[in-house]
């Protein structure tokens, strides 16, 4: 593939593979037009500029190129683009290699009306290399000051067509210039312009590149992150924001791209070699258009920010004044984006340091047991609660989207065994004449039944049971944003027997329970009130259905339900901001408490058919066929189990 270094030195096979491929994502470009005649240039929208019909170029064919490197057609010939899928809209300002700044602020202004997410910028004026010493002084290491009122760099021209575009929401990508100087050319070095507070005028949606060469050196012919000082104090600098800030470097030694069809250098060749900022900032467009489908919520300030954040470090450790903060990445750019996101903490902070707890959203949710989903809709709380991701910025998140309604643990024998947590269940039976009685038992809970079958065969029985559940209530375990502490449930239950026929029992059982529980740290659910919960049993039993001393039973249980009951759930759902500037601002989070009533009409049932064949007067084999259902049209579970029981 063309350029196959370039795209691996970018990360660009890492997110393709992903999926990302700037479907959705509209990359402006402000050039000399675009060869529409050339296969590798689709999804473009022209702009009727004064130029639009003499887009010929003859010179290179600059705007086709550009194109071809950022979004060119993945069709098997010529050059695939950095964002192949992506849309295009083109400009052109001007024809046989020149532009005025009228018309590119004209053509700023168009991309930005016609929704651009990025406008690309490969173009500046020119400065002689050998001229530079003559414009600028040293102040310190990678810093410069203006020698002349006015120089090369010194434009401000299109500065308003520029905030235009940013207050549109457009990312701005610019070439740094290829005059190998030591700071950028004009107008990229706008992107650090500043008023009188030291606020950015372009609010932080752009973005500077350089070039590289195939071995990540900075090419000869770029310009380089050196700072020229605005605020000159002392023969200090005082700025609060530098042009290493906001600049990146990208491949830009001979590269192919898509020449211009009418161009006479170009007849004979489908792509041509190339070098320059101008494909760096073509690439980094590109990149930034596979960011932005990856995750279609970003700003385009949150787009540049992850862009840097994410660059591979190159020369002197950490930002530095010739690459900045290094070489782009599409792969590292998407993991960010996509990457850990935690919830925000409920404390004063500032926008450029959100607090982040340490509960974390993917691994935010509540499984199984009594609390259900259906406890939690409704909660502003819960749908609206604030997040922030590795570089600060923040979005609300739904966190009943991980509640999972699920089955709860069963056993019949007792109603209470979602408790369990899972946990095998033992059981010892004792017998004394018409005195029957059993302790039961697994690591979390702890139960005895006592009964008498009086002669006319009626069974009245109690039942006492505890259960100490560890980070779960009621067999409901949360975690991350939803988490929960520890509980202590007590249960009583009243079972009956009535015979209908010899050999043959109607039973029934109504058990209720109370439950203390508590909290977990970093958790939204912030308290619970006592938790009252209800259950009950009715079934059929008969003997020597199959087989001498044989028994088949039939019964149903509602699952315990919460009849009584509240949870408190407390989040920032928003911010309030004084003090803005672009350096960060004051925040006070907007915090939503909320005391749900956790009593719903979602019910579980479990329905079991039990056989019991005796082998002998000391063990026997039981057979069990367990239904579980709901109320809600979930999909019945279903379990069979065959196990061998010996008495001692």
């Given amino acids: 593939m063309a350029n196959d270094t370039a795209f691996k030195q970018m990360g660009i096979y890492g997110a393709w593979a992903q999926g990302y491929t700037g479907k959705g994502v509209r990359i402006g470009f402000v050039d000399t037009g675009a060869d529409l005649t050339n296969k590798d240039m689709k999804n473009i929208i022209l702009a009727k500029s004064p130029y639009y019909k003499t887009m010929i170029d003859v010179d290179r064919g600059h705007g086709t190129g550009v194109i071809s490197l950022a979004a060119g057609s ?15 809209l083109v400009y052109a300002g001007g024809a046989n290699g020149l532009v005025l700044y009228s018309d590119i602020a004209n053509g700023i202004k168009w991309n930005a009306d016609n929704k651009a997410d990025i406008i690309n910028l490969s173009l500046g004026a020119r400065m002689a290399q050998t001229d530079f010493s003559k414009y600028y002084r040293t102040v310190s290491p990678g810093i410069y000051a203006r020698n002349f009122a006015t120089d090369p760099y010194n434009n401000t021209t299109l500065l308003p067509a520029l905030q235009y575009a940013a207050a549109k929401g457009s990312a701005l990508v610019f070439a740094a210039g290829n005059d190998g100087n030591l700071t950028p050319t004009s107008p990229a070095n706008l992107a650090v312009a500043t008023d009188t507070k030291g606020n950015l005028l372009l609010g932080g949606q752009a973005i500077i590149v350089g070039a590289v060469d195939k071995n990540n050196n900075i090419a000869s012919f770029s310009n380089q992150a050196g700072h020229i000082c605005q605020n000159l104090i002392s023969n200090a600098c005082q700025d609060k924001v530098f042009i290493r800030d906001f600049f990146v470097v990208a491949p830009g030694g001979s590269l192919q791209w898509v020449a211009n069809a009418n161009s006479t250098v170009t007849k004979t060749s489908a792509a041509l070699q190339d070098i320059g900022t101008s494909d760096s900032a073509a690439y980094v467009s590109g990149v930034l258009a596979l960011l932005r489908s990856s995750q279609k919520q970003l700003t385009a300030a949150q787009s540049i920010e992850i862009l840097k954040k994410s660059a591979v470090d190159l020369g002197t450790p950490g930002v530095d004044s010739v690459y900045g903060y290094g070489l782009v990445s599409a792969e590292r750019a998407i993991n960010m984006a996509i990457g850990q996101i935690n919830i925000v903490k409920a404390t004063t902070q500032t926008t450029t340091q959100i607090s982040a707890s340490n509960a974390v959203l993917s ?23 604030q997040v922030v991701d590795s570089t600060g910025r923040t979005f609300s998140a739904n966190m009943t989207a991980g509640i999972a309604t699920t089955m709860m643990a069963y056993n019949p024998g007792t109603a209470y065994s979602a408790l ?7 059981y010892v039976d004792f017998g004394y004449g018409n005195a029957l009685s059993s302790v039961y038992s697994s690591a979390t809970m702890n139960g005895a039944k006592v009964g008498h079958q009086f002669d006319s065969k009626v069974y009245v029985g109690m039942e006492v049971g ?32 009535l015979p209908v026929a010899n050999e043959s029992m109607l039973f029934g059982s109504m058990a209720v329970g109370s439950t203390k529980a508590g909290i977990a740290p970093d958790s939204l659910i912030t308290g619970f009130s006592t938790l009252k919960t209800k259950s009950w049993t009715m079934g059929f039993m008969t003997k020597n259905v199959f087989a001498n001393r044989d028994s088949l039973t039939f019964q149903v249980t509602e699952m315990p339900h919460i009849t009584s009951g509240t949870a408190e759930v407390t989040s920032v759902t928003g911010f309030n901001y004084d003090n803005v500037t672009d350096m960060g601002a004051n925040v006070t989070p907007t915090v939503t408490r909320e005391t749900l009533n956790l009593v719903n009409s979602y019910r579980q049932f479990a329905s079991s058919v039990i056989h019991t064949m005796p082998l002998d007067k000391v063990s026997l084999i039981k057979t069990s066929l367990l239904f579980q259902s709901d109320n809600a049209g979930s999909k019945v579970n279903q379990m069979l189990s065959i196990n061998y029981i010996a008495r001692f």
């Fill in 363 to 385: 691994s935010t949710g509540m499984t199984g047991g009594v609390i259900t989903k259906q406890s939690f809709m409704g909660s502003n709380a819960l749908q609206n609660t």
């Fill in 74 to 88: 993945r069709d098997g010939t010529g050059v695939v683009g950095v964002a192949y899928d992506a849309s295009v």
């Fill in 420 to 426: 369990s947590g899972g946990a095998p269940i033992n």
């Fill in 466 to 497: 505890v259960a100490h559940e560890i980070n779960s209530v009621l067999g409901s375990t949360g975690y991350g944003g939803m988490a929960v502490g520890n509980s202590d449930t007590h249960w009583n239950a009243f079972h009956l027997g």
